[in-house]
Nanobody, 126 residues
Framework: QLQLVESGGGLVQPGGSLRLSCAAP????????IGWFRQAPGKEREGVSC????????DYAESVKGRFTVFRDSAKGTVYLQMNSLKPEDTAVYYC???????????????????WGQGTQVTVSS
């Protein structure tokens, strides 16, 4: 299993933006499908976005479509989640997860992923 590290969380006003990073120190994430998930207090963890290991397929939860973008920086072996037009309901701990299957799609299902980071807090509040 990979050790994943998320960063970039923080406090932002509604309408603001944050960029989260997911990295595996000493390793490139290029060969892994990466999922972003979030968990708000008292709620189950839910899928937010993912990017496949092949062909750059991406998927998004309906609640974030048009506002969030997942992308890779292959030079750094890192995956990012750009979050724009943030809303108070986006407040949660955000996790990245990795799975090593070589395929041209990804799934927003917790069960698909083998390695998880510790999470980074995102708070959207005025």
């Amino acid at each position: 299993q990979l050790q994943l590290v998320e960063s970039g969380g923080g406090l932002v006003q509604p309408g603001g933006s944050l960029r989260l990073s997911c990295a595996a120190p000493g390793f490139s994430l290029d060969a892994y499908a990466i999922g972003w998930f979030r968990q708000a207090p008292g709620k189950e963890r839910e899928g937010v976005s993912c990017v496949s290991s092949v062909d750059g397929y991406t998927d998004y939860a309906e609640s974030v479509k048009g506002r969030f973008t997942v992308f890779r920086d292959s030079a750094k072996g890192t995956v990012y989640l750009q979050m724009n037009s943030l809303k108070p309901e986006d407040t949660a701990v955000y996790y990245c997860a990795a799975e090593v299957r070589y395929r041209s799609y990804c799934l927003l299902s917790l069960d698909e992923y083998d390695s998880w980071g510790q999470g980074t807090q995102v708070t959207v509040s005025s």
